[in-house]
Structure formats: structure tokens, C-alpha cells
């Protein structure tokens, strides 16, 4: 079946240690999706590839990098971990950005910060 | 500034029928989602309006009103296994999705 995978579903990390999510699709849609979602909250759009262009929301604090080195992976590097930054993160793809197309979510990784 | 509203939290019983509605305030609008969320899981898709009117799809409906900014899922027949969160997106002029925080729908015997 073709999918959204995210490894790992679970990370624990120090406070300042560097963390690195990935994400693959079966999909060969052409976007990607970084969502943060904290309990209770509506996911943030952390940033979005479309192709290999790549879209940073403002927002998103410069301690969030993103690598989408081929159409079927993506990355989601966080260089200095903060206890605020313990969430869900998901990763979404979309056939195109046209907003007409759903969204497929990978199951997610849970990030503990201690 | 854009916006999502909906309820936090609605209680039904198993076999009824429960509305949750969303409202919205955005610049533009490329159509409006329902997605499921349960527990700890990513969100999966339920349906997708863009014309005013009602989508039926099983016993999930979604209604769309653009002139109200309005729009509602109804469930039927409800079981326990749709106890989840339920979250309204907006497309918006951009195509970026705006998300509500989600209606926790509780089931109970």
C-alpha cells in the first residue's frame, strides 16, 4: 500500500541535543509537509516542499531545518532542542499544492525533550 | 488575521447523531476539510467541500455554507470507535491550509 512513513514514532532527547526526524512516501506526490502539533492544538505548519522548492513559514524558529534530499524523503533537523519544542511532529505529502487536494499524514514521531 | 473556530469538546451517545460545527474567517478560500484525529495518530481525511451545499459520504456528511463562512460535519449512527478529535481546515488564498484546534468528540454507551 502506498504510504507515509515516519521514523521514529518515539525520540527522547537532551535539551541542546541535536535531533533528526525522517519521513519517506510511497505516494510520489509532489509535496511535502512539516507539521508541530502540541496537545489539544492545531498542527503548525513548521514548512513545505514543493518539488525541491523549498517553503519556510515565517514563523518557524531558525532552530528548525529541513532536508528533502530526493522526492521520497524529507527531514526535519532540530539543531538545539528546548523543552518547548516536545510535540508531535507529522509529516504530510499532497499530490499538488493546489488546495483542493487532500493531505495524507504519516503517523507521526513523539518528541520528549529532557 | 485568519481563523478557525469550533467547539472544544461535545459529548454523544452511541447510535446518535451529533453536528460539529466550524466557522471561519480567512483571506480567500480554496475549499474547506474535515479531517478524523484519534488519540496519539495523525489525522486522516474525511471529506473536502468547495460549493456551498451537503457531501454525503457513508454516514459522514459535511455541509458548506461560503457566504456564512460556516460549515458543519454531521454523524450518524455513531459508534464508539469515532470518539477522536475532529479538525475544519480552510484552503486559503495561498493554498495554505488553516486549522481549527480540533472538536473532541466523546461517545458514550
Known amino acids: 500500500d502506498a504510504m507515509v512513513i515516519q521514523n521514529p514514532r518515539y525520540q527522547v532527547t537532551q535539551f541542546g541535543k541535536p535531533v533528526t526526524l525522517s519521513c519517506s512516501q510511497t505516494?510520489?506526490?509532489?509535496?511535502m509537509y512539516w507539521y508541530q502539533q502540541k496537545s489539544s492544538q492545531a498542527p503548525k505548519l513548521l514548512f513545505h516542499?514543493?518539488?525541491?522548492?523549498?517553503?519556510n513559514e515565517a514563523d518557524t524558529p531558525d532552530n528548525f531545518q529541513s532536508r528533502r534530499p530526493n522526492t521520497s524523503f524529507c527531514f526535519l533537523d532540530i539543531r538545539s532542542p528546548g523543552l518547548g519544542d516536545a510535540a508531535m511532529y507529522l509529516c504530510?505529502?499532497?499530490?499538488?499544492?493546489?488546495?483542493?487536494?487532500?493531505?495524507?499524514f504519516g503517523p507521526g514521531t513523539r518528541l520528549t525533550v529532557t | 488575521g485568519q481563523n478557525i473556530d469550533q467547539p472544544t469538546e461535545m459529548t454523544a451517545t452511541e447510535g446518535a447523531i451529533v453536528q460539529i460545527n466550524c466557522t471561519y474567517q480567512?483571506?480567500?478560500?480554496?475549499?474547506l476539510f474535515w479531517y478524523q484525529q484519534h488519540a496519539g495518530e495523525a489525522p486522516t481525511f474525511l471529506s473536502y467541500?468547495?460549493l456551498d451545499g451537503l457531501e454525503e459520504k457513508g454516514r459522514f456528511s459535511s455541509f458548506l455554507s461560503r457566504s456564512k463562512g460556516y460549515s458543519y460535519l454531521l454523524l450518524k449512527e455513531l459508534q464508539m470507535k469515532d470518539s477522536a478529535s475532529y479538525l475544519c481546515?480552510?484552503?486559503?488564498?495561498?493554498?495554505?491550509?488553516?486549522w481549527g484546534a480540533g472538536t473532541k468528540l466523546i461517545i458514550k454507551p
Open positions: 504530510a505529502t499532497s499530490k499538488s499544492r493546489d488546495g483542493s487536494y487532500e493531505q495524507y
Open positions: 505516494l510520489n506526490h509532489n509535496v
Open positions: 516542499y514543493y518539488d525541491k522548492d523549498f517553503n
Open positions: 480567512t483571506s480567500g478560500f480554496n475549499g
Open positions: 467541500n468547495v
Open positions: 481546515a480552510v484552503s486559503d488564498s495561498n493554498y495554505q491550509l488553516i
